[in-house]
Nanobody, 123 residues
Framework: QVQLVESGGRLVQAGGSLRLSCTAS????????MAWFRQAPGKEREFVAG????????NYADFVKGRFTINRDNAKSTVYLQMNSLKPEDTAAYYC????????????????WGQGTQVTVSS
């Protein structure tokens, strides 16, 4: 079965850093674009960052540009989200997602999802 497993979420103080990992069991990981979304209580799930498959390109939400970096290690079937200069408003459950084709900002267009990992940023 296809499984995406996120890890790395925890409580961190504002200004701190955190690195999230997502390991996928996809048979052809290299053909999938990967993305990170986040969702806070009472709010819609929102796109954070994405990374494409064959030709590696990245895409970031405006609110994380200059602070977060997405990258992938195809040999390990893993995508990472390096989060620096964290703010309390970054507090959310962070989800890893995969889809065939390029990255998109729309959650419904991703085929596979992980269970999420909670990131809490205290002031």
């Amino acid at each position: 079965q296809v499984q995406l497993v996120e890890s790395g979420g925890r409580l961190v103080q504002a200004g701190g850093s955190l690195r999230l990992s997502c390991t996928a069991s996809l048979r052809t990981f290299t053909t999938y674009s990967m993305a990170w979304f986040r969702q806070a209580p009472g709010k819609e799930r929102e796109f954070v960052a994405g990374i494409s498959a064959i030709v590696i390109t990245t895409n970031y939400a405006d609110f994380v540009k200059g602070r977060f970096t997405i990258n992938r290690d195809n040999a390990k079937s893993t995508v990472y989200l390096q989060m620096n200069s964290l703010k309390p408003e970054d507090t959310a459950a962070y989800y890893c997602a995969a889809r065939i084709g390029g990255t998109t900002l729309i959650p419904d267009e991703y085929r596979y999802w992980g269970q999420g990992t909670q990131v809490t940023v205290s002031s």
